[in-house]
């Protein structure tokens, strides 16, 4: 069988007494695009910069593309792209000049660049407004111009946190669909973590569960409907799912004593 892409094993992550990561345990396959679900706090954001090579593990493993990324962070970050829930940008550059940088940064020549950026643009619907300063975007094409940068670095893994969250409807449609496209048209594997349950379920293979810190769940959805819930019924929604894990684990997850 082929190396998950991401791979963790007892990884934990503490701050003094408090427990944001505790023990996790998960396998993401290439190419799939996986939701990573739980309400703010539950140690989401937490995960993925440990991931990322931007925090230490208390104890515990990871493995990202076969690197660990506390020992290789930046091998690692030359496979991955990032998209954080409050994209960045040089406010007073345009959405082609900011993606130009970032090739440059990534050695990559500008003649070799040029058709990546473009193509990108295209592919974000923002070619039209490449040469448009990035103080003038709203938040939906910031978000679209963060996906245009991680195409043109062609990374094997993508990280996306709250990707959606502060978009109208019409920009969360465009997100979703760039999203599913990395997986299906790009070949790329999406780490998507999210709190809106709802879309989760329109664009991901696989699921997990995050509650107190604690992977309660993994699977299709599906699946954790049918094997762990005993949800038998034509259609169902992945809120009505984890709403019964977040019930059942309600005892375990209250502080000791209260």
Same mark, same amino acid.
């Given at each position: 069988?082929?190396?998950?892409?991401?791979?963790?094993?007892?990884?934990?992550?503490?701050?003094? $007494?408090? %427990?944001? #990561?505790? +023990? *996790?345990?998960?396998?993401?396959? &290439?190419?799939?695009? !996986?939701?990573?679900?739980?309400?703010?706090?539950?140690?989401?954001?937490?995960?993925?910069?440990?991931?990322?090579?931007?925090?230490?593990?208390?104890?515990?493993?990871?493995?990202?593309?076969?690197?660990?990324?506390?020992? $290789?962070? %930046?091998? #690692?970050? +030359? *496979?991955?792209?990032?998209?954080? &829930?409050?994209?960045? !940008?040089?406010?007073?550059?345009?959405?082609?000049?900011?993606?130009?940088?970032?090739?440059?940064?990534?050695?990559?020549?500008?003649?070799?660049?040029?058709?990546?950026?473009?193509?990108?643009?295209?592919?974000?619907?923002? $070619?039209?407004?490449?040469?448009? +300063?990035?103080?003038?975007?709203?938040?939906?094409?910031?978000?679209?111009?963060?996906?245009?940068?991680?195409?043109?670095?062609?990374?094997r893994v993508v990280f996306l946190d709250e990707p959606t969250v502060g978009l109208d409807p019409d920009a969360t449609q465009r997100m979703l669909e760039l999203i599913r496209?990395?997986?299906?048209?790009?070949?790329?594997?999406?780490?998507?973590?999210?709190?809106?349950?709802?879309?989760?379920?329109?664009?991901?293979?696989?699921?997990?569960?995050?509650?107190?810190?604690?992977?309660?769940?993994?699977g299709p959805i599906d699946e954790l409907a049918r094997r762990s819930l005993g949800v038998d019924q034509a259609r169902y929604t992945l809120e009505e799912i984890f709403m019964?894990?977040?019930r059942q684990e309600q005892p375990a997850a209250a502080p000791a004593g209260r």
């Open positions: 069988m082929a190396e998950p892409v991401v791979q963790t094993i007892e990884l934990t992550k503490r701050y003094g $007494a408090q %427990v944001a #990561v505790d +023990r *996790l345990t998960l396998e993401v396959s &290439e190419g799939e695009v !996986f939701g990573f679900l739980g309400p703010n706090g539950a140690g989401k954001t937490t995960t993925i910069l440990m991931l990322l090579g931007l925090s230490e593990p208390s104890s515990g493993t990871a493995r990202v593309c076969g690197l660990d990324p506390t020992r $290789a962070p %930046v091998p #690692v970050k +030359r *496979l991955v792209g990032y998209l954080p &829930e409050n994209v960045g !940008f040089y406010e007073d550059m345009t959405g082609y000049d900011n993606l130009q940088y970032v090739t440059r940064l990534n050695g990559v020549r500008d003649r070799d660049a040029r058709p990546r950026i473009e193509g990108a643009l295209e592919t974000v619907g923002l $070619a039209g407004e490449r040469r448009k +300063r990035v103080g003038a975007y709203s938040k939906g094409m910031r978000q679209r111009l963060g996906i245009a940068e991680v195409l043109v670095r062609q990374p496209s990395l997986s299906r048209d790009q070949g790329m594997t999406v780490f998507l973590s999210s709190h809106l349950l709802d879309q989760v379920q329109r664009v991901s293979d696989r699921v997990g569960i995050m509650l107190a810190g604690r992977l309660v769940a993994a019964r894990y977040f």
